[in-house]
């Protein structure tokens, strides 16, 4: 609730500052490259030390401070800098909260389990944006609404202390053995999702436009990122459970379906733009269901932190050179930002659809 309330705002938020789009994907894209590119760090930090509970909880901290700071800043500059810093508390949280996700789901099946995970995740990814859209139309400012982010913030971060104190055992999977390498088909599942990361749009360029072009008024815009969050949390649930029985071809589908998004949401009016959002969201929804399920299936459980940063390391790095380029490019031609994306994702596709019999081997064992 508190980090999705905000990140349907921000776009529009940083507009108001005086920002323009390249600078909105620059900022954008690095908040989500230190977010993916740290946790290569704290992944093997968090193998190393099996300390998965403490770096989760204080990753939720940074999120508690940030957001409602957000509601003090009169300059992009320093907005920025709280933005960053929230993208760093999540680098921390990640790969140990996945860790510790991967443990539960292995009893439920993976991709149910993420997806059941992602589905609960965009519970307040609903309630979130919908609060930002209610408190822009009553204040017309971002501020107020920034810093009552807070209150669920808070909550969610006694929340997990309480799921701590009652599961003090959980998460604590054997010490990785020295010089064991991740496998081959990971290292290849992670070319094909960074791929698909430099071609994945951000929402608050596609916000950017929304408000530039003055396609909806700015208090449309999280609501349109609410149902967005609904529709990636049902597309979580239903396609995680897909994912267990049919493997790589759900995600191979996800970006086929997210590959329109570009076209609709950049060429066409406010029709195509709306459907153009519920495509990114559905292509969201299959992402978070299945890029993780898919590493605990071929990774062994003492070497996940490590595999999960690594993971998102790259994943990072390439969206943020996606954004950065995608930004410049809208400042040029919406036709050029829409080629740039799609070529990345239908490069994506084909790989990921070139690893059905290894993930098919590796789900099967």
């Not at 905000?6 to 620059?26: K, R, T």
């Not at 822009?136 to 701590?164: C, E, K, M, W």
């Amino acid at each position: 609730m508190t980090y999705e309330g905000a990140s349907s705002g921000i776009g529009p938020f940083l507009n108001d500052l005086g920002v323009g789009a390249a600078m909105v994907g620059v900022i954008s894209g690095f908040g989500e490259m230190i977010a993916a590119s740290l946790r290569y760090f704290s992944g093997k930090l968090a193998d190393r030390t099996r300390a998965y509970w403490p770096l989760v909880i204080a990753g939720y901290v940074m999120n508690l401070v940030a957001i409602p700071g957000l509601a003090f800043v009169h300059s992009w500059q320093w907005a920025a800098v709280l933005i960053v810093i929230e993208r760093t508390g999540k680098a921390i949280r990640g790969p140990a909260r996945d860790v510790l996700l991967s443990e539960a789901t292995g009893v439920v099946g993976h991709g149910r389990g993420f997806g059941i995970h992602a589905a609960m995740d965009q519970t307040g990814a609903i309630v979130g944006p919908l609060y930002v859209a209610w408190a822009v139309a009553r204040t017309h400012a971002f501020g107020p609404a920034f810093l009552n982010l807070g209150a669920p913030a808070a909550l969610a971060l006694a929340s997990l202390l309480i799921a701590r104190y009652f599961r003090p055992n959980k998460g604590t999977p054997p010490a990785p053995t020295a010089d064991q390498p991740l496998p081959r088909t990971f290292w290849l599942y992670v070319v094909g999702s960074g791929l698909l990361a430099a071609g994945f749009i951000d929402f608050p360029l596609l916000g950017y436009h929304f408000e530039h072009t003055r396609m909806f008024a700015p208090e449309t815009i999280p609501l349109l990122y609410a149902f967005a969050m609904g529709v990636v949390g049902l597309t979580a649930f239903v396609c995680g459970t897909l994912f267990d029985r049919y493997g790589i071809w759900v995600l191979v589908a996800g970006v086929l379906v997210t590959m329109l998004a570009l076209p609709l949401g950049f060429l066409g009016g406010p029709t195509s733009a709306a459907a153009a959002v519920m495509c990114w969201a559905a292509g969201l929804g299959v992402q978070d269901a299945t890029l993780r399920a898919g590493i605990a299936q071929v990774v062994s459980m003492n070497k996940r932190g490590h595999a999960f940063g690594a993971f998102n390391g790259v994943f990072g790095v390439m969206w943020f050179g996606g954004s950065v380029a995608m930004g410049a490019l809208y400042g040029r031609s919406p036709m050029a930002l829409v080629v740039f994306g799609l070529a990345f994702q239908v490069a994506a596709a084909a790989i990921f659809a070139s690893m059905y019999r290894p993930l098919s081997t590796a789900r099967a064992s």
